[in-house]
């Protein structure tokens, strides 16, 4: 059986990009139609707050076209919301994410199937040849680096926005904050296979973009919580742990020098060593136990759990 396609756009005051778009992503989705690639489609745009046009062009191409759906939120929320409740109401077993500025280009759809037709649940774009200023590229490439070190993802371009995932993914993957950028670190957790293409990126036509500083600074915290989530979200006390043991044994053997020393006739009562050594143990036992009641934690969570993420197959 040929699977649905669903095509997600999240978008934020776009009115003067959203009918080329839906011109070239139809052109493209027919086109797999007629190749038999998917039995049928959807194109579900999600107004993140829209206060332009961009809901009333929308609503006209639902008029002419029954595959087109529109999600309107209350306010703006941020990427990520957007598309956290665009995934629980698309109804493809394919879902492509892509944005509505133009600068993703609709013949790439195709390409991303083919990759999903190797055996992978993910597939991330690579805007390899980038068409954005400075002030976004730099520190993308920063972040991007950094992540992939960290979670060892091969992977160039987290932040890329043209996305194709396994309904299983987006399933179990839970998006939040600037997490958009890190479904492919929270995917690796399950197991799930992530793989990279290149895409072709485009300037931007219509609008100007959304991109602020303080993106920056929630894209650094939720890099830091994605790394953690994939390497020690399910053990804990390893993370905790290592810390507090190295703090308390620093802290333990300067208390065991400085006691060798007071033994010997010296005073410690006015060295600073000592409230160092005595900090370093108190903060080493607090990290242990910290690390005890996270693993407490996750070991209630696992037993009302299913596990039905982690599993891939039962025959």
């Known amino acids: 059986m040929k699977p649905i396609l669903s095509i997600l756009i999240p978008c934020y005051n776009e009115e003067g990009s959203l009918k080329k778009l839906y011109a070239d992503i139809l052109k493209n989705v027919t086109g797999l ?32 076209d029954n595959h087109v759906r529109l999600i309107v939120l209350r306010r703006n929320f941020g990427k990520s919301k957007a598309l956290q409740i665009g995934f629980k109401h698309v109804k493809g077993d394919i879902i492509i994410t892509m944005d509505a500025d133009l600068q993703d280009d609709a013949k790439e759809i195709s390409r991303f199937l083919d990759k999903l037709d190797e055996g992978f649940d993910l597939v991330s774009g690579w805007k390899h040849h980038r068409h954005d200023p400075l002030e976004k590229t730099l520190p993308s490439k920063f972040f991007n680096f950094v992540t992939a070190k960290l979670s060892g993802i091969a992977i160039h371009d987290f932040n890329c926005g043209f996305k194709a995932y396994r309904r299983e993914v987006i399933e179990n993957v839970s998006v939040y904050g600037e997490f958009h950028r890190y479904i492919p670190v929270l995917a690796k957790r399950y197991g799930f296979k992530v793989a990279e293409i290149e895409v072709k990126h485009h300037e931007r036509q219509f609008g100007k973009s959304k991109f602020g500083f303080e993106r920056y ?81 996750v070991d209630n969570a696992e037993r009302k759990s299913d596990n039905r993420a982690y599993i891939k197959e039962i025959v």
Request: with cysteine; proline share 2%.
């Open 33 to 64: 139609i007629d190749e038999k690639r998917i039995s049928d489609y959807e194109i579900v745009f999600v107004s993140d707050g829209c206060t332009d046009k961009s809901e009333e062009i929308i609503k006209q191409l639902i008029k002419k």
């Open 217 to 297: 600074l929630r894209g650094f915290f939720d890099a830091i919580s994605a790394v953690f989530l994939l390497k020690y979200c399910d053990k804990p006390m390893y993370f905790f742990g290592k810390a507090g043991m190295a703090l308390f044994s620093v802290g333990f053997l300067i208390c065991m020098y400085l006691t060798c020393i007071w033994f010997g006739g010296e005073s410690i009562g006015h060295r600073p060593l000592l409230i160092l050594g005595v900090l370093f143990v108190l903060v080493g036992v607090q990290l242990l136990s910290l690390g005890l009641i996270a693993n407490i934690i």
